[in-house]
């Protein structure tokens, strides 16, 4: 079906940068939604940034004008930079996509396995 590779994540330093990467393989059929979710520890999953095959985005209000996200829709994969990490910003960061499998009739979510992303000094 759908397989999501990520990397990127790591330990960085408050105020610090990463970048995120997702790339989707496998019998892909259509891609549509593409972004980023995180989960603390203790915490639920919470969404963090999505774009559209077009190119609209949209994120959480504790990233906004500090995480960018973008994608490539040739290479199937989506990006997430990350700038002036905050502590609170640690997590495993997890890539999602609405994509439609080439042997299913519709689109479905597909989640990646997670990268942690540690913000300490």
């Known amino acids: 079906q759908v397989k999501l590779e990520e990397s990127g994540g790591g330990l960085v330093q408050p105020g610090g940068s990463l970048r995120l990467s997702c790339a989707a393989s496998?019998?892909?059929?259509?891609?549509?939604?593409m972004g980023w979710y995180r989960q603390a520890p203790g915490k639920q999953r919470e969404f963090v940034a999505d774009?559209?095959?077009?190119?609209?985005?949209n994120y959480a209000d504790s990233v906004k004008g500090r995480f960018t996200i973008s994608r490539d829709n040739a290479q199937n994969t989506v990006y997430l930079q990350m700038n002036s990490l905050k502590p609170e910003d640690t997590a495993v960061y997890y890539c999602?996509?609405?994509?439609?499998?080439?042997?299913?009739?519709?689109?479905?979510?597909?989640w990646g396995q997670g990268t942690q992303v540690t913000v300490s000094s």
């Open positions: 999602n996509v609405f994509a439609r499998a080439v042997v299913l009739p519709s689109a479905t979510n597909f």
């Open positions: 496998g019998s892909i059929g259509s891609m549509y939604q």
């Open positions: 774009i559209t095959s077009g190119g609209f985005t």
